[in-house]
Antibody, heavy 123, light 107 residues
């Protein structure tokens, strides 16, 4: 059974940093592109960032570019999101999600999602 | 940025009725459109990918259609567990935007 489990969320002050992790199991992690998607309280979904299956390409939403960094360790089946210079508007549940099809050059639909981890930016 | 506009914002129907949800893109996304269902406190679930393909395990009452800029998600006969918020999402162009959602509620 394919499973994604996020961790690392919490409360952080504005300007602070946090690193999220997403542990994958039940799949050949190294074959799939991965994403982070967030959802502010009571709001809709916002795509944040994507990393290609081999780590060779990364995309970011303008709202996080230059502050957030996506990475992966295929030997540990783990996806990461390093978040720096956090702002109040970054407060959200952060989901990791995998591409539907493997070895894709471009992002795909998101077929498996984690349960999410809450990040709260507040003084 | 491609803007996806979903309508209606809220749809009130009864179990057994047919639901038709719309998603309109500000420019063509070809067939690179997906639909997701999200229930309160849960992660989204993929229903439809590439405009008209049902994801694994999705009941046949869910169907998607459209291409270019106009897309539709149809639920042929609503079951009690279908009531939720539905999002469309495009992967044609960066950034990979979502619509604002349609809430399907029990009438």
């Amino acid at each position: 059974q394919v499973q994604l489990v996020e961790s690392g969320g919490g409360v952080v002050q504005p300007g602070g940093s946090l690193r999220l992790s997403c542990a994958a199991s039940g799949l050949t992690f190294s074959r799939y592109g991965m994403h982070w998607v967030r959802q502010a309280p009571g709001k809709g979904l916002e795509w944040v960032t994507f990393i290609r299956y081999d780590g060779s390409n990364k995309d970011y939403a303008d709202s996080v570019k230059g502050r957030f960094t996506i990475s992966r360790d295929n030997s540990k089946n783990t996806l990461y999101l390093q978040m720096n210079s956090l702002r109040a508007e970054d407060t959200a549940v952060y989901y990791c999600a995998k591409d539907l099809r493997d070895s894709g050059r471009y992002p795909d639909a998101f077929d498996i999602w984690g349960q999410g981890t809450m990040v709260t930016v507040s003084s | 940025e491609i803007v996806l506009t979903q309508s209606p914002a809220t749809l009130s129907l009864s179990p057994g009725e047919r639901a038709t949800l719309s998603c309109r893109a500000s420019q063509s996304v070809s067939s690179y459109l997906a639909w997701y269902q999200q229930k309160p406190g849960q992660a989204p679930r993929l229903l439809i990918y590439d405009a008209s393909n049902r994801a694994t395990g999705i009941p046949a009452r869910f169907s998607g259609s459209g291409s270019g800029t106009d897309f539709t998600l149809t639920i042929s006969s609503l079951e009690p567990e279908d009531f939720a918020v539905f999002y469309c999402q495009q992967r044609s162009n960066w950034p990979y935007t979502f619509g604002q959602g349609t809430k399907l509620e029990i009438k």
